[in-house]
């Protein structure tokens, strides 16, 4: 790193209008992050043209605030009402909501805080000092690798299915046979749409998370009726003990950190995998991940790994002008307005501007830690408004939420059939979360098994004879192998 | 703040539910863009509703409807009510490759066009590391062998053009789809896919980076911002392709709006400020007016029909 580079960049601190836009795109990233439907995308969609008359700073001051604080922010709604605000918080909301049903939704909330700011720090630190490096080892990815990691990713089911390994199974077979309905990415024909158009598009992860989290939620609080469960009253956590009990847990944290790193350098994944995986990786470690009393460890993983995305997604974007996630494909609109195109000359020749974005993303980080541990206390208020009052309103977010997608109607009607099969299913004792992961993964497992058979003219040896997938393959075998002694062991009776 | 006002007017939109149209507009505009907020399509868009806002004295609303490969947001506007007041970003393949893939709830005549506003030119890469130095040992090595090639998806303009020229001059070629253009570029860089053919704009970055070698551009004349890429023209091919972009509206929507679109689109789109903006994001300006984007819409259709019928993905 060039000093004198970083001092000069150093310089946009002084101005005020950098300063007033990072506080904007925090705030406007924590209202896109935390309503559902809404998400740190689409923030940073409606906010690039507006950025045509800034200055290079001030514009990724606004969208970079954006970015960081809406990955986050899509928590609180999670750990609040078990409704995720986002796809990358949907594993948070596991333990999240087991924390809050406890009275510990403050602690669950500034885990989430905490956690999101560290891993928003430690990607900072490898795009700083490793992006050429790294950006290399992501082009060694092709179909075949990203198929066979879409199967690793699978094998957390046995990790969020406690309880029934079968059920669990049958709920993520259900989630990829949803991601199989609209247009084949492959071919571009048209599948199980029933002639129905509306269909083509698929089903959307967004209104699927509202239907099996928050609508599941509802229909079983209308189910309980007079004597549904009211949540305790919420105790207070302390910020500084909750530092400690995350430093405690430091090894927890630069695993789900790397994890999220390494998932964000990987152009097409993005924020969801990686907090999915690293919280199955983490359901591994303690028993209690994902047990009905919630895990401060489940929250931690999920979160950490979930904002360690946005520093590793930007490599690909500075080294080679390749989206690592959804949010930096239209960043590279807000570049070109700058008129300035990344690529590999990026860094080289625009060295300031990339200490800049280094030194925004460290106060966008900041300023998660600020904001997020400055309005927690006030956020579980929102669980004692009374059930009866709460549950109608949440059902008007969601569907709202729904629309908000892709403003259609259809997505409502979608929330509702999809939302009241999955109580359905949740009463038969089928947990939802392996039915999302099927969800999120069962399309890439598919479009890239398929992708690499073409190119590789249906030769199947391609997936033993490359030595990362290779190695991938022998991780998922010995994962699977591990779960299953581990649970032999843990089910044959102690003498 | 613009921002403040676009939610302001998209909230009258939503509440404006009939309107009864003497002067034109009357009331916010929506544009539907049938793709994700950041897609070349979504930017012209943008830009052009902008412009137009200021035209009319009213808000122009971009509204992002995406999936289908342009399908579901296509199929959207044809529900709108016809009054000039829903308008569609139409790409090529969305609005006349679809339709003849699968049932997509629309036809290309439900439609008829304000004007043609931008191109995007298409170009040939591969991976610096790539054997191919030209355009003519690329073509050799796949009368000789099969050779992969990446567009954003199936069904695509790239994908439709790239498998034509492929036809033509008896090459064999295996397509993958990459989930758009920067997708398919990455498909190339890694070496997975022996070349990419998407939107030419999408290389500068890595040709000037020495990453990819740009091998050609369908296009009549080098482009100003890949100079030194050949066109297949010069490499001994007669063969163009781009992508367009430009307004249309359904069938039934009333003369009176119709016209009063195609006089405002026709001045906005050639204005300064549009052209620059445009020419920023590397896009062709190509205004066409009605007329001339009618035929173009024609040809396209019989062009895809043709096409699609030799590759047996006709529904």
Sequence with gaps: MDLSQFAQAALILASPSVWLWLIVGTALGMVFGAAPGLTATAGIAIATPLTFGFDFASSMALLLGLYCSGYFAGSIPAILINMPGAPGNAATSLDGHALARRGKADLALCLAVIGSAMGGFLSILVLAFAAPTLSSFALRFTSVEYAVFGMFGLTCIAAISRGSLVSGLLGAVLGMVLGLVGIDPVGGMERLTFGNFSLLTGIALLPALIAFFAITEVFAQAMAGQHGQELPRQEQAAPLAVFGLVLRRWWLVLKSGAIGIGIGLLPGTGPTIASWIAYGEAARGDPKVGSKDGSESGVLASEVANNAVTGAALVPLLTLGIPGDTVTAILIGAFLIQGIEVGPLFIATHGQLFMQILILLALANLAILVVGLGTRRWLPLLLRIPQRILVPLIVVFCAAGAFSVNNMSFDVLMILVLGFGGFVLMRLGMPMAPVVLGLVLGPIVERNLRDALTVHQMDWSVFVTRPISLAILCITLLVIGVTYWRSRSRSRPAT | ?315
């Design chain 2, 1 to 315: 703040m613009r921002f403040w006002k676009t939610l302001v007017a998209a909230g009258l939109l939503a509440a404006s539910g009939s309107v009864h149209a003497q002067e034109y507009p009357s009331g916010p505009v929506r544009i539907i863009v049938p793709f994700e907020a950041g897609d070349a399509i979504d930017g012209t868009a943008r830009l052009l509703a902008d412009v137009m806002a200021n035209e009319f004295g009213s808000p122009v609303i971009v509204q992002n409807i995406p999936g289908g490969g342009g399908a579901a947001g296509t199929a959207e506007a044809l529900r709108s009510p016809a009054d000039g007041q829903t308008l569609l970003m139409a790409s090529t393949g969305a609005l006349t490759a679809r339709p003849i893939l699968s049932t997509s709830g629309y036809q290309t005549s439900d439609f008829k066009p304000i004007a043609n506003l931008v191109d995007q030119p298409i170009g040939l890469a591969v991976a610096a590391s790539s054997p191919y130095q030209t355009l003519g040992e690329l073509v050799e090595a796949a009368k000789a062998g099969t050779l992969s090639y990446s567009t954003p998806a199936p069904g695509s303009t790239q994908h439709v053009s790239m498998a034509d020229f492929a036809s033509k001059n008896g090459l064999t070629l295996n397509h993958v789809g990459g989930q758009g253009g920067r997708g398919a570029i990455t498909k190339a860089l890694t070496g997975e896919v022996d070349f990419a053919f998407v939107g030419a704009s999408n290389y500068i970055g890595l040709a000037d980076g020495g990453q990819l070698r740009v091998l050609a551009v369908a296009t009549p004349e080098r482009l100003p911002f890949l100079s030194d890429a050949p066109t297949f023209k010069e490499a001994g091919f007669d063969f163009n392709a781009s992508v367009w972009f430009g307004l249309v509206v359904p069938q039934q929507t009333p003369e009176g709006p119709t016209e009063a679109l195609r006089a405002t689109v026709e001045k906005v789109a050639q204005s300064d400020k549009a052209t620059e903006l445009y020419e920023k994001l590397n896009f062709e300006p190509n205004y066409m007016a009605a007329d001339a984007f009618q035929t173009r819409i024609d040809e396209s259709v019989e062009q895809n029909r043709r096409i699609l019928t030799e590759l047996g993905l006709v529904k």
